[in-house]
């Protein structure tokens, strides 16, 4: 089958909670689609978010170009990003390019809201 000519999708969809601005991703994070989550943390920071979460249950793949943009959020972020939970392969990517220890992962709201608290 072949899959030229096919273009990648990302669905985002923003929701702002008490705690954190949350951003909700399906499809897939690379090059051809990362602009569409940068568009909305810039939207998010620009209505005065000062936490964003990225909702990665619905992520299907991730390229160098969506590391990067996960990684100017938590620069632009005055208080950080957080990732909701990340399927296994997305974890071994960032264990692998050690940025596992830069984006806290968080596998339920709970947790990141305990954590925000303390």
């Known amino acids: ?7 990648p999708t990302l669905a985002v969809q923003t929701t702002v909670e008490e705690y954190s601005t949350v951003i909700v991703l399906e499809g897939e994070l690379d090059l051809g689609t990362v ?4 568009d909305a943390v810039d939207e998010a920071l620009g209505a005065g978010a000062r ?22 959020t938590k620069a632009k972020a005055p208080l950080g990003v957080a ?3 990340p399927s296994s392969s997305l974890l071994r990517l960032l264990e692998i390019t050690s940025l596992d ?6 596998n339920d709201l709970e947790a990141l809201r305990a954590d925000l608290d303390s």
């Not at 936490?51 to 590391?67: A, K, N, P, Q, Y």
């Open 51 to 72: 936490h964003v979460t990225i909702d990665c249950r619905g992520i299907t793949f991730v390229d160098s170009s969506g590391l990067r943009c996960l990684l100017d």
């Open 1 to 7: 089958m072949d899959n030229e000519g096919i273009e």
């Open 35 to 38: 602009d569409d989550l940068q």
């Open 83 to 85: 990732l909701l939970q």
């Open 101 to 106: 220890s830069m984006l806290p992962v968080f």
